[in-house]
C-alpha cells in the first residue's frame, strides 16, 4: 500500500514538472488575474492527483491532464463572470521564460503573447479552448 502511494507521488510530481507550464499556459486562458490563476492551477493539480489513481492509460497522458486541466478551467469559467482586462493590466509574472538570450527578443515575443491572451480573453469560454488547445499543439 506504501509504495503505492510512493508510486503514484513520484508519477503525480513527474506530471506536474512536464505539464506544469502547459497547465499554466491552460489556466491563463481561462483566468487573467494571477492571484485567482495560481488558485485555478492548484485546483487542476488537486484534480489531477485525485483522478491519478483511475488512469488506466486508455489515452496518453497529455490527453489525460489536459482533460481534466480543461474540465476545471470550465468549471472555473462557468462559475465566474467574464472579467476583461486592458491589455496595460495584464500580468505576465507567471508566464513561461523564453529560452532565447536577445532581451529585445524575448519582451517582443512576451508583448505578442500578452497581446494573443488579452484577445483570447474576449472570446466566448466555449471558443477559447479550441484556441488554446491549437496553440498547444493539439488538435
Not at 24 to 45: D, K
Not at 68 to 85: D, E, F, L, V, Y
Request: aromatic share 6%.
Amino acid at each position: 500500500m506504501r509504495e503505492s502511494r510512493r508510486a503514484l507521488e513520484k508519477q503525480f510530481e513527474r506530471i506536474l514538472g512536464e505539464h506544469g507550464h502547459a497547465i499554466s499556459r491552460l489556466a491563463y486562458s481561462y483566468e487573467a488575474v494571477a492571484s485567482i490563476r495560481e488558485e485555478l492551477v492548484q485546483e487542476i493539480a488537486l484534480a489531477i492527483w485525485k483522478a491519478l489513481p483511475h488512469f488506466r492509460g486508455d489515452c496518453s497522458e497529455r490527453t489525460f491532464v489536459y482533460r481534466i486541466a480543461h474540465n476545471r478551467g470550465m468549471t472555473h469559467a462557468w462559475r465566474r463572470k467574464p472579467q476583461h482586462q486592458p491589455l496595460e493590466e495584464i500580468d505576465e509574472s507567471n508566464e513561461p521564460v523564453d529560452p532565447r538570450p536577445h532581451p529585445e527578443a524575448q519582451a517582443a515575443q512576451r508583448h505578442q503573447r500578452a497581446q494573443l491572451m488579452a484577445a483570447i480573453q474576449l472570446v466566448p469560454v466555449t471558443h477559447r479552448q479550441i484556441i488554446v488547445l491549437m496553440l498547444e499543439g493539439l488538435s
